[in-house]
């Protein structure tokens, strides 16, 4: 029987690269972790690459309410509370097309993964924050989504992190004086599926602002965005 550690976290997008080394090292820390993935074989794979007694494995796609609510039910049932939700499923670094030539079709599929999905998850588990009067949500976003940075290149996935920083912020402003956190990391350019194998950062280099987020203490910032644990610029 596994044991029940007394922060409970839920990590999107979960089986492989950052979400992966998110896992694990939130698992290192002693906090009861739940990997998910929208392919099941894969997830569970992945979760036997563990072998931690405090990970468990649930399926999961953010862009379905069915799916989320599932997840829910499981994690209310098995754990009674949720903690930190670390929104990190992300799709289409979309850069074949540009601002001017999107097939919108293609965007609207991106924002509905990368926006409506943290967001839905969101509500979704709110109400298990608020009962322990505890919770750190952490989006992962990208240097993409700084305003200052648009270029009208990958227009789908910039413009969707743009719109997860905003539902941070006004996410945030909204939970004030409950004892959530929510904030945004960048977690650099990454050796991950999306990244290539040129990046100059591991996996678990990406993961350690993310996990450093998740872990902040009660007094610690909200509204924010973090790069390499160091404020950062909208």
Not at 10 to 39: D, H, M, P, W
């Amino acid at each position: 029987m596994k044991t029940i550690a007394n922060k409970v976290a839920l990590v999107t997008g979960s089986n492989r690269g950052i979400g992966f080394a998110v896992v694990k090292g939130l698992a290192e820390q002693g906090i009861t972790v739940v990997l998910t993935s929208r392919n099941e074989k894969d997830g569970r794979a992945a979760l036997d690459q563990l072998d931690d007694s405090n990970v468990y494995y649930h399926p999961l796609d953010v862009t379905s309410t069915e799916s989320v609510q599932k997840l829910v039910e499981y994690v209310t049932k098995t754990f009674g509370r949720l903690d930190i939700l670390i929104n990190n499923a992300g799709i289409n670094y979309d850069t074949w097309q540009n601002v001017s030539d999107a097939d919108l079709e293609n965007v609207q599929e991106t924002l509905n993964t990368n926006v409506l999905g943290p967001w839905r998850m969101s509500q979704a588990f709110l109400s298990l924050m608020q009962r322990n009067h505890f919770g750190r949500i952490v989006n992962v976003s990208s240097s993409s989504g700084e305003l200052a940075a648009l270029s009208g290149e990958t227009p789908g996935y910039s413009i969707s992190k743009v719109a997860l920083n905003a539902l941070t912020i006004s996410l945030a402003r909204h939970l004030q004086n409950k004892n959530i956190l929510v904030n945004a990391v960048c977690p650099g350019w990454v050796r991950t599926d999306m990244g290539g194998a040129g990046a100059p950062k591991s996996p678990e280099e990406g993961a350690a602002t993310i996990i450093w987020a998740a872990l902040l203490p009660d007094n610690g910032p909200t509204a924010k965005f973090f790069r390499d644990k160091s404020e950062i610029a909208w």
